[in-house]
C-alpha cells in the first residue's frame, strides 16, 4: 500500500516569509510525528499527535513553530516568520500505535527540504 | 537524558569484512534500542529493534544493558550494505518519540 508522503519535497523560503508542510499518514495509522534533521544530525523529535490530539510538543524550538491535525489524518507543519537555523528536512512519521506491544514501528515519509534564504 | 551516541560518523569497510557499528545510550529506566536505515535517495527505514531479537539482512544487534551499548554487527559486509545507519532509542509504551543518535555512514568498498 501507499506510504507516508510528504508534500512539498524541496521548499525555498526568503527569510521572514511562512511555510506550510503537509504530511498524509499511512491510511488507519493513529500516531503521527514530526522531526527535523539539520545537515549531518540525527532527526529531532518536534511534535506528536494521537489522532487529532496534539499530545507532545515539547520538540517545536519557538513559538514560531505550529502543527496541526485537524481531522485525525492529514497534518500540517506550519513555520512563521521563517529563519535560516530553520533550514532542514523535515521528516514526518506515522505508527498504528497499539497498546501493550511495544513501541510501534514507525513509518517515516520522504521528508521535506526547507531551504531559508 | 536521554541520549544516544555515536562514535563514529564514518565507517569504511571492504566487501567481505566484518562490520560494527557502535551505539551507547543514555536513559533513566528501559528502553527500546532501534537501528533505522536509510539507503542512497531513499527514505528512513527500521532495520531492527532489539525486542524482535532477529537478524535482518544478516545484520545482528545486542542489547548490552551493563555497558548501555547496542552495537549493529555483520560478519560479512556487502557493497548494498553502504548506507547512512541511525540508532534510536523510545520509552516502552504504544507510541513512543524516537531519539537518534547522529548517524554512521557506512561505505562498503568492492
Known amino acids: 500500500g501507499a506510504g507516508v508522503s510528504q508534500s512539498p519535497r524541496y521548499k525555498v523560503a526568503k527569510r521572514g516569509q511562512d511555510v506550510a508542510l503537509r504530511c498524509d499518514p499511512i491510511s488507519g495509522h493513529v500516531s503521527l510525528f514530526w522531526y527535523q534533521q539539520a545537515l549531518g544530525q540525527g532527526p529531532e523529535f518536534l511534535t506528536y499527535?494521537?489522532?487529532?490530539?496534539?499530545?507532545?510538543k515539547s520538540g517545536l524550538p519557538s513559538d514560531r513553530f505550529f502543527a496541526e491535525r485537524p481531522e485525525g489524518s492529514v497534518s500540517t507543519l506550519k513555520i512563521q516568520r521563517t529563519q535560516q537555523e530553520d533550514s532542514a528536512v523535515y521528516l514526518c512519521?506515522?505508527?498504528?500505535?497499539?497498546?501493550?506491544?511495544?513501541?510501534?514501528?514507525?513509518?517515516f515519509g520522504p521528508g521535506t527540504r526547507l531551504t531559508v534564504l | 537524558a536521554q541520549r544516544v551516541t555515536q562514535p563514529e560518523k564514518l565507517l569504511s569497510v571492504f566487501k567481505g569484512a566484518p562490520v560494527e557499528l557502535k551505539c551507547n545510550y543514555s536513559?533513566?529506566?528501559?528502553?527500546?534500542l532501534f537501528w533505522y536505515v536509510q539507503y542512497s535517495r531513499q527514505r528512513l527505514q527500521l532495520l531492527l529493534r532489539?525486542?524482535s531479537r532477529e537478524s535482518i539482512k544478516g545484520f545482528t544487534a545486542d542489547l548490552n544493558k551493563g555497558e548501555t551499548s547496542f552495537h549493529l554487527k555483520k560478519p560479512f559486509a556487502q557493497e548494498e550494505d553502504s548506507a547512512m545507519y541511525y540508532c534510536?532509542?523510545?520509552?516502552?509504551?504504544?507510541?513512543?518519540?524516537?531519539?537518534f543518535g547522529k548517524g554512521t555512514k557506512l561505505t562498503v568498498n568492492p
Open positions: 532489539h525486542i
Open positions: 536513559y533513566s529506566g528501559s528502553p527500546e
Open positions: 512519521a506515522s505508527s498504528l500505535s497499539r497498546e501493550g506491544t511495544g513501541t510501534d514501528t514507525q513509518y
Open positions: 534510536a532509542l523510545s520509552g516502552r509504551g504504544g507510541s513512543e518519540k524516537l531519539v
Open positions: 499527535f494521537q489522532n487529532e490530539a496534539q499530545l507532545d
